[in-house]
């Protein structure tokens, strides 16, 4: 039995149903998530926080990898928190927006 290959993509669809508890929009639609990157079964996620000092940051991380982890093919899970650049509203995607109420 050949093993999948997980992608870019299948982490970036699994990380929407990823949530910040204060904010009913997905981490990725929030702009949180800057970078996945993918080497075999090896999975790295760069992502930030609305504030350095959101108290669930370490939550939304965990959940990220639980996330990520259950993707066929994951192997090996590493979520890294950054802020730098810091978030802020622009990156936000248009569905956010919506979710939001922002236009």
Known sequence: MAEEMVTRQ?????????YDPEIPVNVVDL?????????????HVLMTL????????????????WAISELEGVEDVEVEMTFDPPW???????????LLGID
């Open 88 to 98: 802020n509203p622009d990156l936000i995607s248009e569905d956010g927006k919506k």
């Open 10 to 18: 299948a982490v970036i669809d699994t990380m929407k149903n990823v």
């Open 31 to 43: 702009g949180l998530v800057y970078g996945v990157h993918v080497d075999e079964g090896d999975v």
């Open 50 to 65: 609305t504030a350095p000092g959101c108290g669930m940051g370490p939550m939304i991380a965990q959940q990220a990898e």
